[in-house]
């Protein structure tokens, strides 16, 4: 593409996406984030951007994502997915940040200068993968991601509404066919194909009940659980609320976020005691697990309880097949519980890595093991097998003596069922389920294998939330100066006490997370750090009460 063409361009923009704000905004922990209605030009440029990184990378297909998963309704976001469905690579977040913020007037020559900076070959044919989340703002966004694309002479196509995982797995199976068939229904083909396949092998037995209750947050994934459930077969009795109509609004005290933050059930459920209740988020990347005991008691199963059970069964299949020597290691966050960690370390005897928010820094850590499950504990993760484990099991499937086959063959449908691209609500229900039919367990005795440490979140708001710096896999607080100081002296105090702080990167707030031996004392804790926060860090409103 000859320079003059990028007039086109600005005369898109400025016709169509004006960059009607001079408010700054930066790609975050999972793309931009913020107010709907100041992202339209945001999404042009990432159009553009798209087309630019495919070309990088040989025309290989790149995805955008309109969603702003876990927020509530009024915000909207956008991400873009890298050829093998993996999330941005880091290095192209500021280059993302810097497109979005240069005025309308100097549009063309930043798109430009980066085109040369990345030394892109403007020639090649690219193809560019769409999807949206259920927001009202969705489509008008889409489209301008779809203008973005043209002005640079790239193919959008359209997706319509799927789940963001959806979106990461068509762009993998876009690039490489092995993996699948870009299409929704290539999805339930695979994903759901494998669960209806290793049911067969595995029959339901012991406390382990083929009903489950489903929270879809009012978002995207409980519309396209509701068409996966009919093709059930009676194999998982899935009884859908908060799909969305009579009055629900997206995420609104309902869905993965609201449950693991606020530990309370959502809103819109019906409650029947001990009953296995699984909460997606918006765009259906997250999933946590809860019950309601018979005295009214919520119990969470958070993404830290979902790692734990699956790499526990993976290591079983991996002893019963004798493919021991595979690396499995699993990969959380700070916010992972410490009684996690403890069991996961002593009891499993599995390697844990700890990095920072974020899925794709967890995804990158797992990259190392052969086998690597990574988890936020808020129910965002997935597991990925390298292609030596792949090679390893499916020779083990086929020439192994007859246990070690089976359990083989067990672990290779366990794979096809997992979207390997992303934490996926919907892959990771379909494995949750499989394990605990495997085990013969209900959710109380899933919950038994081992006993949180009591724990709390809250949000402090400040004026500018970049003026807190962490370090450690965001354990310890670098700046403002004096806050970690602080915090450490409030931690002392409390017996198995932990806390940090972090601005979040989809939110305008800093998070405060807090554990310790009882509830009393982590709300406690959790009180005492967000008021050195709103005192050290420029707090705004009402200082937070202890
Ligand atoms: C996104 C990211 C997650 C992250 C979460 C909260 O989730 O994909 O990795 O844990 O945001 O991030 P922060 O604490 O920085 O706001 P989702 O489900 O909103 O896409």
């Given amino acids: 593409m000859p320079p003059s063409s990028l007039r086109v361009v600005y005369a898109f923009a400025r016709e169509m996406h004006p960059k009607t704000t001079d408010i700054f905004i930066q790609y975050g922990t999972a793309g931009f984030r913020t107010k709907a209605n100041l992202l339209e030009h945001v999404v042009y440029r990432m159009g553009l951007l798209a087309v630019i990184r495919s070309r990088v990378k040989n025309g290989r297909t790149i995805g955008i994502m309109i969603t702003a998963s876990h927020n509530l309704e009024p915000d909207n976001g956008v991400k873009l997915i890298d050829p093998d469905g993996e999330m941005l690579e880091q290095s192209w977040e500021a280059i993302a940040t810097k497109l979005a913020n240069v005025s309308d007037n100097d549009l063309e020559a930043t798109t430009a200068e980066i085109i040369k900076e990345v030394n892109a070959n403007m020639t090649l044919k690219t193809s560019i993968f769409i999807g949206m989340d259920t927001r009202y703002t969705s489509p008008r966004l889409a489209q301008a991601a ?48 494998a669960f209806k396949n290793i049911r067969q092998k595995l029959p339901v037995y012991g406390n382990y009940s083929t009903t489950l209750y489903v929270d879809g947050a009012n978002g995207v994934g409980g519309k396209k659980l509701n068409i996966i459930k009919k093709t059930l077969d009676g194999e998982l009795d899935l009884k859908l609320f908060n799909l969305g109509g009579n009055g629900g609004k997206l995420n609104l005290n309902c869905g993965a976020d609201f449950v693991k933050v606020s530990q309370k059930p959502p ?191 809250v949000k402090v708001t400040v004026q500018d939330r970049n003026v807190i710096s962490t370090a450690d896999a965001e354990r310890v607080c670098t700046s403002p100066e004096g806050l970690q100081t602080r915090i450490d002296e409030l931690v002392a105090a409390y017996a198995d006490g932990r806390a940090f702080v972090r601005p979040s990167g989809t939110e305008d707030v800093v998070r405060v997370y807090a554990e310790a031996d009882t509830q009393q004392s982590a709300d406690k804790l959790a009180a005492e750090v967000s008021q050195a926060v709103y005192d050290l860090a420029g707090g705004v409103g009402n200082r937070p009460e202890l």
């Fill in 146 to 193: 779809a203008n973005g694309v043209m002005a640079l002479k790239g193919t959008p196509k359209e997706f319509g509404i799927v789940t963001t995982p959806m979106l990461h797995f068509f762009v993998k199976c876009r690039n490489d066919n092995t993996y699948g068939t870009p299409t929704e229904e290539g999805y339930y083909e695979k994903i759901v194909g």
């Fill in 267 to 457: 809103v819109g459920v019906e409650h029947v005691p001990m009953q296995r209740v699984a909460s997606l988020d918006g765009d259906s990347d997250r999933i946590v697990y809860y019950y309601v005991d018979d005295k009214d008691k919520m119990h969470l199963l958070d993404g830290d309880r979902i790692a734990t059970l699956l790499a526990s069964y993976i290591t079983e299949l991996l002893t019963a097949s004798e493919a021991k020597h595979l690396k499995l290691g699993l990969v959380q966050t700070a916010y992972a519980n410490g009684a996690s960690t403890a069991y996961i370390t002593q009891k499993l005897k599995v390697p844990v890595t700890c990095v920072k928010t974020g899925v794709k820094h967890l995804h990158h850590a797992a990259l190392s093991y052969d086998i690597g499950v990574y988890f936020e504990a808020n129910g965002h993760g997935t597991v990925i097998y390298s292609d030596n484990a792949k090679k390893t099991i499916s020779k083990i499937a086929e020439e192994g003596e007859s246990e070690q086959r089976k359990a083989a063959q067990l672990l290779l449908n366990f794979i096809d069922m997992t979207n390997e691209t992303v934490g996926d609500a919907i892959s990771d229900l379909f494995l949750v389920e499989t394990v605990l039919c495997a085990r013969g367990l209900d959710a109380e005795q899933w919950l038994s294998t081992y006993d949180d440490l009591p724990c709390r979140q």
